[in-house]
């Protein structure tokens, strides 16, 4: 299989500055050479001592009907590369993306100018979902001006990929993490009563500082889910969230010990009152969050039953 990483990012977003600092580095300086793949030009240059001391060489794709994968065979066959480095245009639809069938994507990491991300996220908020979605890590450059934004910045990237680590960088280096008094509520209060924004917000925080929450008392309302194969006594209770557009939607929720869990239906909607642990569950692969309901109680589905995270 032929290792491939790809670097995604709309004009302008830190991409040749990432792939030059990345080829620089003494990690990177392998036996073979380095193909790199271009799917645009932006206004920085490659430094050609860099490509020679790397053994990369550049290949330009202008066209996104010429990135197919006999081209990409083409062009591999031609440099006989050890790995490939794509740097991808954000204006293609990543969505329609075909490699040759034996090439192997290792790392895939989008760059986003911190300063512009408002605007890409509010009008090609689609194209940004697709390079996100499967994105290993998500690198926010450029931030100083925009400190006060990261907290939403943060929330808008893991309603569409919760498992990407979300990197902040200002001119003097990596920006310190989300702050508790940034969050919407009061983390000392005796219950914390969570309403549409402070849920996505809760479940999102959750799984990045879950030490917030342990033995938290919290009240939301949320839709019962009952998966196939759900342990007796357990249910997901969540609410549905628009995490790019109208038709990208998904169901946060975690699972939650009740004792009257058999009695619920799906999709009805309840009050749940619950304190939150970190435990193993098959489905996280590992622990995470899980709560612990003192209360269960039937009640009206809110005035929005869909969250959103614009």
């Not at 790809?6 to 036996?31: D, H, M, P, R, W």
């Not at 914390?192 to 959750?206: A, K, P, R």
Request: proline content about 5%.
């Amino acid at each position: 299989m032929k290792p491939v990483y790809v670097i995604n990012g709309f004009l302008e977003s830190g991409k040749t500055e990432f792939i030059s600092f990345t080829l620089a580095q003494n990690y990177f300086q392998v036996k073979g050479k380095t193909l790199l793949i271009l799917c645009e030009e932006g206004e920085r240059e490659y430094d050609p001592e860099l490509l020679a001391h790397s053994r990369t060489e550049i290949e330009l794709i202008e066209n996104e009907e010429d990135f197919n994968p006999v081209n990409l065979t083409n062009l591999e066959k031609r440099h006989k590369p050890e790995r490939i480095i794509i740097e991808f245009n954000g204006m293609w639809n990543y969505k329609n993306v075909k490699l040759p069938w034996y090439w192997k994507i290792e790392q895939q990491i989008t760059t986003i100018d911190g300063s512009t991300f408002p605007m890409y996220y509010t009008n090609m908020r689609s194209l940004l979902a697709e390079m996100i979605r499967k994105s290993e890590m998500v690198i926010f450059n450029r931030c100083d001006t925009v400190r006060d934004q990261l907290n939403s910045y943060k929330r808008n990237i893991k309603a569409v990929n919760p498992s990407a680590d979300v990197v902040f960088e200002g001119a003097k280096g990596e920006i310190d993490e989300i702050l508790e008094e940034d969050l919407p509520y009061d983390l000392n209060r005796e219950t914390i009563v969570l309403d549409n924004e402070g849920y996505g917000i809760w479940y999102l925080d959750s799984m990045d500082h879950p030490d917030r929450y342990v033995g938290k008392k919290l009240q939301f309302v949320a839709m019962v889910l009952k998966p196939e194969n759900c342990p007796k006594g357990y249910f997901v209770p969540g609410r549905m969230a628009m995490t790019c557009c109208a038709d990208d939607m998904a169901f946060l929720g975690y699972a939650c010990a009740w004792q009257g869990a058999e009695e619920l239906k799906q999709k009805e909607w309840v009050k749940v009152t619950a304190t939150m642990a970190v435990e193993y569950w098959k489905d996280y692969q590992g622990e995470g969050p899980v709560l612990h309901a003192v209360s269960v109680e039937k009640t009206r589905a809110p005035k929005e039953e869909i969250i959103s995270f614009s």
